[in-house]
């Protein structure tokens, strides 16, 4: 193990502070910008053709409430040293540790396949093979995870991720009307059923399964202390900040464009709305800086999501689970890092239409809040030293918070099956 970051004294000077956040700085950003992955983007991209802009200020509400969700992850893995599967089995036993890394793995194989799709769809639009581009995609994945360290699989990650900062860009060329847009922010259609339906969408593409175990097990990987806790904790509010940002830039664009021109457009895929923003923005925004984004956001997604499987299974089963430990020593962790990366490309090259799945994952992402949450919230209480548990008017803030999550995903998720 050599990533420890080393404990040092109060910092005398600015300088020697940016150096210790830089050094701290890492596991939020990632798991952030992860978060608005290929399935996020899409269901971003489908609110604000469906509906302009009244999904807008659903997105700001999110950030405090998916920095809540998150900092309980940071909490967890610096206080207690342990990833989410090893707490859930050591503090409620193996069999919850169990159902807990089930709801990972369904998370996880979905997410995936969301991810490739879009790297799929990306190559599709520049004349690749479907099987090529997956199949670099898949090779590059299992290079940087199997060669390198915690540190820089990390780096990698972070880097790949600021490619989603193209959105920013596209959402400004799309010139959105500012009082529609205020106008928007104050309508919210919730009896309407189709609404409720990306609503519940959007939460279960904003706090997923996959981001929790991999968080806190990047923190514990990182070997992070709890004088690196107030940094870990601005690390974790500035992804949030920022991925629902881009997350809003997506709607934005979409909304000023697509959704006022041609809002039934059929928005299920990545080659479908590239196109449908061609007539708006041009060939080269409509099509090569939108791919560049998505293209960001699938890669660092699938990172994410393969290793948070990787740490997970191994942290309920035992089995050495650490970047730090080479592929001898360690085996089963990359043995399961690499089935869920080659199980996921070869799904997408082998069944194409997996994409038209891509809100339908994040909607079941919301219906596995409760327990998600319920673990999360549980853990924070009983698993922490005591001067940091969740106790008095944070703790119910908390689970307020929660509650009513948890509560409008399975709502939003229910009522959009016809009949219910």
């Known amino acids: 193990m050599n990533t420890r970051i080393t404990s040092v004294a109060p910092a005398s000077t600015l300088g020697w502070r940016w150096k210790t956040f830089l050094a701290v700085l890492g596991p939020g950003i990632v798991v952030m910008l992860a978060d608005t992955d290929v399935g996020s983007v899409v269901t971003a991209a489908q609110s604000g053709a469906q509906w302009g802009y009244k999904l807008l200020l659903l997105q700001f509400i999110l950030m405090p409430i998916l920095y809540i969700v998150q900092e309980l992850t940071v909490r967890l893995g610096i206080f207690t040293g342990k990833g989410h599967g090893e707490l859930i089995r050591d503090t409620f ?31 599709s639009l520049f004349g690749v093979p479907r099987a090529v581009a997956v199949g670099l995609a898949a090779a590059f994945l299992l290079v940087v995870v199997w060669t390198g360290s915690y540190r820089r699989v990390e780096r990698v990650a972070i880097a790949l991720g600021l490619f989603e900062l193209a959105f920013f860009w596209v959402a400004w060329a799309a010139h959105p009307n500012m009082q529609e847009m205020l106008r928007g922010l104050i309508h919210a259609p919730v009896t309407n059923t189709d609404y409720m339906y990306l609503v519940a969408a959007n939460i279960g593409a904003v706090i997923m399964p996959w981001m929790i175990f991999y968080q806190q097990s990047a923190v514990a990987d990182k070997k992070l202390h709890a ?43 990545v080659g479908q709305i590239a196109h449908a923003f061609v007539p708006f923005l041009g060939e080269r925004m409509g099509v090569v800086v939108f791919s560049i984004g998505i293209l960001g956001a699938g890669m660092v997604a699938a990172i994410v999501v393969s290793l948070a499987a990787a740490w997970g299974f191994g942290e309920v089963t035992g089995y050495k689970h650490s970047l730090e430990y080479h592929p001898k020593e360690a085996p089963w962790f990359y043995v399961v890092y690499t089935l869920a990366v080659v199980s996921g490309a070869l799904a997408v090259v082998a069944i194409p239409n997996l994409v038209s799945l891509t809100v339908a994952v994040e909607v079941m992402n919301s219906c596995l809040l409760p327990m998600v949450l319920g673990f999360l919230v549980a853990l924070a209480v009983k698993a922490l030293p005591a001067e940091h548990r969740l106790r008095g008017w944070y703790f119910w803030v908390v689970v307020a918070i929660s509650t009513l999550s948890a509560g409008l995903g399975v709502y939003g998720g229910l009522t959009s099956i016809p009949g219910w």
Do not use: C
């Not at 069999?95 to 799709?117: C, D, N, P, R, Y």
């Not at 940094?231 to 697509?258: E, K, Y």
């Open 227 to 269: 004088e690196h806790y107030r940094d870990a904790r601005w690390d974790t509010a500035i992804g949030a900040v920022v991925t629902q940002l881009i997350m809003a830039a997506v709607l934005v664009a979409t909304a000023a464009t697509i959704g006022l021109k041609n809002p039934h457009a059929s928005l299920n895929t």
């Open 93 to 123: 036993g193996q069999g919850w540790a169990w159902v807990s890394v089930t709801g990972l793995g369904i998370a996880s194989v979905g997410a995936l396949l969301t991810e490739f799709s879009g790297v799929a769809g990306v190559g």
